[in-house]
């Protein structure tokens, strides 16, 4: 079954409803109230404290324990980011009508600057997942007490209609996912970056890859997963 916040019009109708246009079935139901539980997991979660270096050593996932984590991109790392965004039921965003009622039913919330990360010009869409959200208000904060400057957000969600004549038609950007980073300037912070990127991709939860045209770093957070670790790790602080 694929995600829909409104029914079943798989299609966007041309004027926005006034009112969810159906009373979605008990399969959508049962699938509504788990999203809505996740979103709202981490809606609460936002303000938590940030995570220390150390405690990124996890519980690893059984899949990612068996390999290296890598930041170079490969058409496994691919099949893992498209698995996840299908695990998580996780639909693509067509244009910005769709996003609109997605934002509307809590799927996807709206992104703007903040003391630890900015958003730069080229950021079209400012919405992601809630979990991509919060991942991004955690690492941030600690990136910015360790390294002295704010991660720079180059790409969120990109919807199918604006995305790049050669994009990947198997990129994750449509489902709000994943984020793009600027490649920071000083060595160390660039060290610091990867460094953790790889420890979180070894935890289970993300994928990175450091891309070369033009030069960032793709990050896609697997929504479930790191919402289970971020609990776990509030648990363990108790
Ligand atoms: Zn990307």
New binding site residues.
């Given amino acids: 079954m694929i995600e829909n916040p409104f029914g079943n019009n798989n299609k966007a109708p041309k004027v926005p409803p006034a009112t969810p246009p159906e009373e979605p079935n008990l399969e959508e139901n049962i699938e509504i109230s788990r999203r809505e539980f996740l979103h709202k997991m981490g809606a609460g979660l936002a303000g938590a404290s940030v995570a220390s270096i150390e405690s990124l050593i996890l519980p690893e996932d059984a899949e990612a324990k068996t390999r290296e984590p890598s930041l170079k991109g490969s058409r496994a790392s691919i099949r893992r980011m498209v698995k996840e965004a299908v695990r998580n039921k996780f639909d693509k965003m067509r244009d910005s009508y769709m996003v609109s009622r997605y934002v509307k039913a809590g799927y996807l919330v709206h992104l703007s600057n903040a003391e630890s990360f900015i958003l730069d010009g080229e950021v079209s869409f400012p919405y992601a997942r809630p979990a991509t959200k919060l991942w991004l208000q955690r690492f941030s904060r600690q990136f910015l007490n360790a390294c002295g400057e704010k991660l720079v957000v180059t790409?969120l969600l990109r919807t199918l209609d604006k995305q790049p004549k050669n994009a990947s038609p198997n990129?994750v950007?449509p489902t709000g996912m994943?984020?793009?980073l600027k490649v920071p300037e000083s060595a160390k912070s660039r060290q610091y970056l990867e460094r953790n990127l790889l420890l979180m991709e070894k935890a289970g939860f993300l994928e990175a890859t450091r891309?070369h045209h033009p030069p960032?770093y793709?990050v896609a957070v697997f929504s479930d997963k790191y919402l289970k670790y971020v609990k776990a790790q509030k648990k363990g602080k108790k």
């Fill in positions: 790409s990129s950007h994943a984020l793009d891309e960032h793709h």
